[in-house]
């Protein structure tokens, strides 16, 4: 079938939008039209090269849409439903996802991760039948996409599909963080360092676990608006002062728990700087390949600072999908503050701008 894509084909470029040609679903493999997508960082750092992808590739990764066609095989889904397409399946078998670490099974990375189906293809070609590479294996930025059958997850009965979308990455990156990895505390303070889709995400997960004092820090100005919404109980423009300005917020001290959502090296190293005694660092955006940070090891042995990461919000996807989205439509997530804009998907060099520049929380394009 023929669909419209957003191609990326040379770095440092803007996005083509282009028609190409969509495979029917080879067994275990299902046929999904896109209902609304994300714009997330990690889709641009392969835009600039940060993240490593052969080329031509349709870039994105939070998405969710609805069941068309399924391939023989397919037991999970049926046509119809609404679904979540989860970029970091796994397989609940191998030695980590035994022991409860699923975020870490790396049964399907090595094909997926090439931006290619679980037999080493795509199903994508274009004008001139030259394959084009899908992103995580999705490459849900396009109108229709054909994916494994374990990359979709069923959700609760009225999701919205924009509130199903951003639970595929940033709110559960961001959530997730806070409350499987970080396990804020009631009563405690936090510093989040960018008020991006993510930050805003771990800043809605301090809400929900019972923060008391939520900073949050970004460049940008207008992003104090965003995560006031969220519940952010204070905001630091982002300047050489910021960790003073923590400092002065906190008592003096330092806060509980620092969060760096953009994955930034120099913000990186201004995590442990942040803390109290005891305090707890995390790692949450994602940070450039082979990267390198340096710590205070003074800091972190006198003051026992801790500093560690998490992946995909440490999630178990399988429960925490359906969980976020059932604290949504109880009203304990209000994931639909995020969205701050919406486009359409022959805007999504405007929408990649306008996230760049700051001056929208998250987008998403709808159809």
């Known amino acids: 079938m023929k669909i419209t894509a957003a191609v990326l084909r040379e770095l440092n470029k803007p996005l083509s939008i282009e028609e190409l040609n969509l495979d029917d679903p080879k067994t275990n493999e299902v046929l999904v039209k896109i209902d609304a997508f994300g714009i997330c960082h990690s889709d641009y750092h392969v835009v600039t090269g940060l993240a490593k992808q052969e080329l031509?590739?349709?870039?994105?990764?939070?998405?969710?849409?609805?069941?068309?066609?399924?391939?023989?095989?397919?037991?999970?889904?049926?046509?119809?439903?609404?679904?979540?397409?989860?970029?970091?399946?796994?397989?609940?078998?191998?030695?980590?996802?035994?022991?409860?670490?699923?975020n870490h099974c790396k049964t399907y990375m090595e094909m997926l991760g090439q931006g290619k189906m679980l037999d080493g293809t795509t199903r994508l070609t274009d004008s001139?039948?030259?394959?084009?590479?899908?992103?995580?294996?999705?490459?849900?930025?396009?109108?229709?996409?054909?994916?494994?059958?374990?990359?979709?997850?069923?959700?609760?009965?009225?999701?919205?599909?924009?509130?199903?979308a951003l639970i595929g990455c940033a709110v559960t990156t961001g959530v997730g963080a806070v409350l499987n990895?970080?396990?804020?505390?009631?009563g405690s303070?936090?510093?989040?360092?960018g008020a991006g889709g993510?930050?805003?995400?771990?800043?809605?997960?301090?809400?929900?676990?019972?923060?008391?004092?939520?900073?949050?820090?970004?460049?940008?100005?207008?992003?104090?608006?965003?995560?006031?919404?969220?519940g952010a109980t204070h905001f630091i423009t982002a300047g050489k002062d910021t960790i003073e300005n923590i400092k002065e917020l906190t008592d003096g001290l330092g806060a509980d728990y620092a969060f760096d959502?953009?994955?930034?090296?120099?913000?990186?190293?201004?995590?442990?700087?942040?803390?109290?005694?005891?305090?707890?660092?995390?790692?949450?955006?994602?940070?450039?390949?082979?990267?390198r940070i340096q710590v205070d090891a003074t800091d972190v042995f006198r003051?026992?600072?801790?500093?560690?990461?998490?992946?995909?919000?440490?999630?178990?996807?399988?429960?925490?999908?359906?969980?976020?989205?059932?604290?949504?439509?109880?009203?304990?997530?209000?994931?639909?503050?995020?969205?701050?804009?919406?486009?359409?998907?022959?805007?999504?060099?405007?929408?990649?701008?306008?996230?760049?520049?700051?001056t929208i929380a998250r987008g998403v394009v709808t159809f």
């Not at 992103?135 to 509130?163: F, R």
């Not at 990895?181 to 009631?186: G, H, K």
């Not at 995590?271 to 005891?278: F, V, Y």
């Not at 995909?312 to 995020?338: H, N, R, W």
Request: proline share 6%.
């Open 128 to 164: 001139d039948n030259k394959p084009v590479l899908q992103l995580s294996g999705l490459a849900c930025w396009s109108t229709h996409v054909v994916v494994p059958d374990i990359i979709c997850t069923k959700m609760p009965e009225g999701t919205p599909p924009e509130i199903s």
């Open 181 to 186: 990895q970080a396990s804020v505390q009631e």
């Open 189 to 193: 303070s936090v510093v989040v360092y």
């Open 56 to 102: 031509p590739v349709v870039l994105g990764h939070e998405g969710a849409g609805t069941v068309m066609q399924v391939g023989k095989g397919v037991t999970n889904v049926e046509v119809g439903q609404n679904v979540l397409l989860n970029w970091f399946p796994y397989c609940k078998e191998c030695p980590q996802c035994l022991v409860g670490n699923t």
């Open 198 to 230: 993510v930050g805003l995400s771990i800043i809605m997960g301090c809400v929900l676990a019972g923060a008391k004092k939520i900073i949050a820090v970004d460049r940008s100005e207008a992003k104090e608006v965003f995560a006031r919404s969220m």
């Open 303 to 358: 003051q026992e600072k801790r500093l560690s990461g998490t992946i995909y919000g440490s999630a178990d996807t399988a429960v925490d999908f359906e969980k976020f989205a059932q604290m949504y439509l109880d009203g304990k997530l209000p994931i639909d503050k995020l969205i701050s804009k919406s486009y359409k998907l022959e805007e999504i060099n405007q929408a990649c701008e306008e996230m760049l520049n700051g």
């Open 261 to 291: 959502a953009i994955g930034n090296i120099e913000i990186a190293e201004m995590l442990l700087p942040s803390l109290r005694e005891r305090g707890l660092a995390l790692l949450v955006g994602v940070p450039p390949t082979d990267s």
